[in-house]
């Protein structure tokens, strides 16, 4: 049984950076897809959305349109870490942001993956 642990949220002011970490334990996930969620204040668990997505190999990365040049996803499958740098930050980036890992390629639906850490806390505020 796989685990995932997030860490590096907090809060940071509008333009700032923050760099997210997502560290695996239990089992493999060298082989998996790897990606990024975020849940908004006031939205349901439902309703999460696609922030980015990383192939098991790293070389194919996928962004949501609203983090496409902002946010960067990597991983290091030696340390079983995946890392989501976020810079110039918005208000609309505040958001509990969860890692999450799938068999076979990254996906931009949540309901596809069958692992989740327990969400970091992102709040972007002045």
């Known amino acids: 049984q796989g685990q995932l642990v997030e860490s590096g949220g907090g809060l940071v002011q509008p333009g700032g950076s923050l760099t997210l970490s997502c560290t695996t334990s239990g089992r493999s996930f060298g082989a998996y897809a790897m990606a990024w969620f975020r849940q908004p204040p006031g939205k349901e668990w439902e309703e999460r959305e696609f922030v980015a997505g990383i192939r098991w190999s790293g070389d194919t990365t996928d962004y949501a349109d609203s983090v496409k040049g902002r946010f960067t996803i990597s991983r290091d499958n030696a340390k079983n870490t995946i890392y989501l740098h976020m810079n110039s930050l918005e208000l609309d980036d505040t958001a509990v942001y969860y890692c999450?890992?799938?068999?076979?390629?990254?996906?931009?639906?949540?309901?596809?993956?069958?692992?989740w850490g327990q969400g970091t806390q992102v709040t972007v505020s002045s």
């Open positions: 999450a890992a799938r068999a076979l390629l990254p996906s931009r639906r949540s309901n596809d993956y069958a692992y």
